[in-house]
């Protein structure tokens, strides 16, 4: 039985991107449902695949249902519709949508064919991810509670332990020093002028 491997790349960002091993007897669907939970998506929402070529232009739709929108041909169901029954050539690529609000839009292309499953995973699966994934309903990355631990953790909010002077600047703290080390400096040569006299 052929295993398939997908590269799910987010479409404004190819630098983030899911690997899924999906059999080829397994539908659009379970493609469907395994993009969603690799990005941490809910399924709460529409979809749709259209079928596409080496420029990314959409083709007929593979939808998880028929909505009410006009079709320029009638959609495959993704529920009917097996992974092998749409690949046409060792490249083939389809867009997914999700969310027809938020229009997230996935480039999915074929990456890998294999005649060997592997008896330990469950298809289909998610292979490998690379990349922080768009957050469905906000911002992903150092922002929230995350934030907020860091802060805690490092103090971020107050300065430093060791940094300045309490109710001195940082700039005159700096001058303080400087000065500091002018005097010294001032006395290390008098002192030895003194030696010197003393020879």
Do not use: C
């Not at 969603?36 to 593979?62: M, P, V």
């Not at 009638?74 to 027809?100: A, C, H, R």
């Amino acid at each position: 039985m052929a295993v398939m491997k997908f590269r799910i790349y987010l479409e404004e960002d190819d630098s983030v991107y899911r690997d899924v091993a999906i059999k080829h007897t397994q539908t659009f669907q379970q493609l469907h449902e395994v993009i969603l939970k690799a990005y941490e998506f809910d399924k709460k929402h529409q979809a749709t695949f259209y079928r596409s070529n080496d420029n990314w232009q959409r083709g007929r739709e593979i939808s998880l249902e028929k909505y009410d929108k006009s079709y320029k041909a009638e959609p495959l169901l993704m529920s009917d519709t097996t992974i092998g029954s749409e690949i046409k050539d060792p490249n083939q690529k389809f867009i997914y949508v999700y969310d027809f609000v938020k229009n997230w839009s996935f480039l999915v292309e074929l990456i890998n064919v294999s005649k060997e499953e592997n008896a330990k995973l469950d298809y289909p699966v998610v292979v490998k991810s690379e990349g922080i994934g768009p957050s469905q309903y906000g911002t992903r990355g150092l922002v929230g509670d995350r934030l907020t631990e860091i802060e805690e953790k490092y103090d971020l909010n107050r300065n430093a332990e060791g940094f300045g002077v309490e109710g001195v600047s940082a700039d005159e703290s700096d001058m303080g020093e400087e000065t500091g080390t002018e005097e010294e400096e001032n006395a290390d040569e008098a002192e030895a002028g003194s030696d010197e006299e003393l020879i």
